[in-house]
């Protein structure tokens, strides 16, 4: 199984490369990395966390008890934030940050532009729970960590 890797290896502070095509290695890494999600029951998980330069991020959140904020699996590729709206401050965590937490600013509305797997590029807007984790993962993706972009720097 594929590793997560952690702060403050070099890899997840270097922005990702542009993925030109959806190809076979492509697929066969998103499902490398699905299993490396559920392994550490993360929410979110970006390819360089495993080591791959790709801009490529999986998302996907089940929780039976709270069922309102489930999030069906969805695949981000070269995803750009284009528009973000109404900030908040937030708590987050990261798997390549572990056992911390970080005050952090997030946008509850967004609108991006993504790539899905039959390499079409669309828009998508969303908000709340599923917003957030976008910014989080586009922030991976950027080479950008929480403990950069943690308000006051603090580390809760
Ligand atoms: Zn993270």
Same mark, same amino acid.
């Given at each position: ?17 542009? &993925? %030109?095509?959806? @190809?076979? +290695?492509? $697929?066969? #890494?998103?499902?490398?990395?699905? =299993? ?29 008890? &709270? %069922?309102?904020? @489930?999030? +069906?699996? $969805?695949? #981000?590729?070269?995803?750009?934030? =284009? ?74």
């Amino acid at each position: 199984m594929l590793k997560v890797i952690t702060y403050p290896n070099q890899k997840l502070t270097k922005k990702t490369k542009h &993925i %030109s095509r959806i @190809n076979e +290695p492509v $697929l066969k #890494l998103i499902e490398k990395m699905k =299993i490396v999600m559920y392994e550490y029951h993360g929410v979110g998980l970006s390819a360089n966390q495993v080591g791959k330069n790709m801009a490529l991020s999986i998302i996907e959140y089940n929780d039976e008890n &709270i %069922s309102d904020k @489930n999030i +069906p699996f $969805l695949v #981000l590729v070269n995803p750009k934030i =284009i528009k973000k709206e109404k900030p908040y401050l937030t708590t987050e965590g990261c798997l390549s940050l572990p056992k911390q937490e970080f005050k952090v600013e997030r946008y509850d509305k967004i609108e991006l532009l993504n790539t899905d797997l039959n390499n079409n590029r669309s828009k998508i807007k969303t908000n709340g729970f599923l917003a957030q984790i976008i910014q989080h993962e586009t922030d991976h993706l950027n080479g950008i960590l929480l403990c950069n972009i943690a308000i006051n720097n603090e580390n809760i």
